[in-house]
C-alpha cells in the first residue's frame, strides 16, 4: 500500500520500519523537514519525505503517529481542514493521557479520535495501535508465529473500508486485528491504555489485572 505518515518520532520509525520490509511504500512528515529526510534515509526502501500535505495526498492511509499536544499543528500542516484527508482511513494510535498517571485529557464522554475526525472532515478515523511500545513490533519478524502468540490489536472506526485496510496493515506488522465497533467506542479503547499506563507507573504488571477468559465465554 502507499502509507503516509505524520510524525518522525519513534513509533512513525518502528512501525514505518516493518512496514517498509513487509513492501509498503511510505511517505514520511512532520514539523521538521530535516527530521523527516532523515527518518526516511533510515527506512530506506520505497521511503521518502515530503510536506504534511504531500504526505497525506493519495494514499491508501494515513498514520497519524505524533504525540497529543501536537495533533492539531500537524493536520493543520496537512490542510486537513480543507479535505485533504477526505475518504483516506486515517489511523489514530495516540495517546491523550495525562503523563505518569493514565487519566484521559479529553473531556468526559469524547475521545481523542472522535476530536481528530473533527479536525479532519471527511477522513475515516480507526483508533488503533496505542496500546503497544514501537519495539513491540520491530522485535517481532512479520508473520513469524516463533515467538509467542501474536498480539491483538483492538481497533475501532465507523468505515468498514478504512477498517478493513487498518486490519491488513496490522496483520503486516505481525499482529492480529480485533474490530470492537464503530468510533463511538474509542474512548473505551483509550481508557483502557490509561489504565495500562497508570499501572504501569504504579510498578504493576498490567498484564496481572486482567483475568484470562476463553475467547467466546461471558463472565458476568
Keep these: 500500500m502507499r502509507i ?6 519513534t513509533l512513525a520509525e518502528g512501525l514505518g520500519r516493518v512496514w517498509v520490509q513487509a513492501g509498503h511504500e511510505l511517505v514520511v512528515s512532520g514539523r521538521s523537514r530535516a527530521r523527516a529526510d532523515a527518518l526516511a534515509e533510515k527506512l530506506g526502501g520505497p ?3 515530503a510536506t504534511p500535505r504531500e504526505a497525506v495526498t493519495g494514499r491508501d492511509a494515513v498514520l497519524l503517529a505524533v504525540l497529543w499536544a501536537g495533533v492539531e499543528d500537524i493536520l493543520r500542516d496537512a490542510g486537513a481542514a480543507d479535505g485533504s484527508l477526505a475518504g483516506t482511513p486515517l489511523i489514530d494510535p495516540s ?3 495525562e503523563h505518569g498517571v493514565g487519566v484521559l485529557l479529553t473531556e468526559p464522554g469524547s475521545s481523542a479520535a472522535e476530536r481528530i475526525a473533527a479536525l479532519a472532515p471527511g477522513a ?3 483508533k488503533a ?4 511500545a514501537a519495539d513491540q513490533w520491530t522485535a517481532r519478524p512479520a508473520g513469524d508465529g516463533h515467538d509467542g502468540p501474536a498480539p491483538t490489536v483492538a481497533i475501532c472506526g465507523d468505515e468498514a473500508a478504512a477498517l478493513r485496510v487498518t486490519s491488513e496493515l496490522i496483520r503486516s506488522l505481525g499482529g492480529v486485528p480485533a474490530v470492537l465497533g464503530p468510533l463511538a467506542r474509542a474512548r473505551q479503547l483509550e481508557e483502557v491504555a490509561g ?3 497508570g499501572l504501569a507507573f504504579a510498578g504493576v504488571d498490567p498484564a496481572s489485572a486482567v483475568p484470562h477468559v476463553p ?3 461471558v463472565t458476568t
Design 95 to 97: 495517546n491523550a493521557v
Design 124 to 126: 475515516h478515523v480507526v
Design 129 to 132: 495501535l496505542h496500546l503497544f
Design 47 to 49: 521511503t521518502r519525505a
Design 195 to 197: 489504565f495500562v499506563i
Design 215 to 217: 475467547a467466546g465465554q
Design 4 to 9: 503516509g505518515i505524520l510524525g518522525t518520532g
